[in-house]
């Protein structure tokens, strides 16, 4: 399956050295791409591509913004959105996951990091190793919103067992650690971890990451 991309830099020269690098791989193609926030809303509702290159500081409407309408739009629930970024900074992570991004990158990265987070993140993995989210969280994410009188009232639909590994999805742990931690099988955590998903609506790992820590579950 080919994983369909559109690219969102105000930089033409990048948006065409990334298209370069990614047409190179045959499991991977660029359908469209975008200067600006504004045009990477209009075409991917246009495209509906399965991954969104997403640059943050861009003309008119920034990357953040845009994620955060792409990410809201029910049309585009298949499509997940990769920050890739030269302002690698705790607070652009934590709004950018707030916003509903799968991942996180510096523009510093590889072409294999680049290549293997665009695989990870298509997928529907999250994009965020252990240390970063427990320290990301921990400054971030894990202040309870106000506009919500009891946030815990969200967890609701949950089994104990599915808290239990939301828990451990939340402290950074991938489904076979997790499986060793309840003497379960990979796949067994797997489903547990999709159930959840669709219960509390969430688009991927790194949204349930943000709901373990605003709903008190986990704790920095």
């Known amino acids: 399956m080919t994983i369909r991309i559109l690219l969102a830099d105000d ?75 030269t302002f690698e900074t705790d607070e652009h992570v934590a709004r950018a996951l707030r916003a509903g991004a799968s991942g996180f990158l510096g523009k510093d990265v590889s072409v294999e990091t680049l290549i293997d ?43 104990d067992r599915e808290r239990e590994v939301l828990t451990l999805v939340a402290a950074g742990m991938n489904n076979t650690e997790i499986a060793e931690r309840l003497f379960l099988s990979p796949l067994t955590i797997r489903s547990h971890v999709q159930r959840s998903m669709a219960k509390l609506h969430a688009r991927d790992r790194a949204q349930l990451v943000v709901i373990a820590y605003r709903t008190g579950l986990a704790r920095p």
């Not at 845009?66 to 997940?80: E, M, Q, Y």
């Not at 970063?132 to 949950?158: G, K, M, N, Q, W």
């Open 117 to 159: 987070a665009i695989r990870t993140v298509a997928a529907g993995e999250a994009l965020l190793s252990p240390a970063a989210t427990r320290a990301l969280i921990s400054r971030f994410l894990a202040t309870p919103d106000p506009a919500i009188p009891d946030p815990s009232s969200e967890l609701t639909p949950l089994t």
């Open 11 to 85: 930089q033409t020269l990048l948006r065409k050295t990334f298209r370069t690098l990614i047409d190179t791989h045959t499991d991977m193609e660029v359908v469209a791409e975008a200067a600006d926030g504004t045009q990477a809303i209009s075409q991917t509702r246009a495209h509906h591509p399965d991954l969104v290159l997403m640059d943050i500081r861009m003309p008119h409407t920034d990357g953040l913004e845009a994620t955060t309408v792409i990410c809201n739009d029910p049309a585009l629930t298949d499509t997940r959105v990769l920050i890739l970024t």
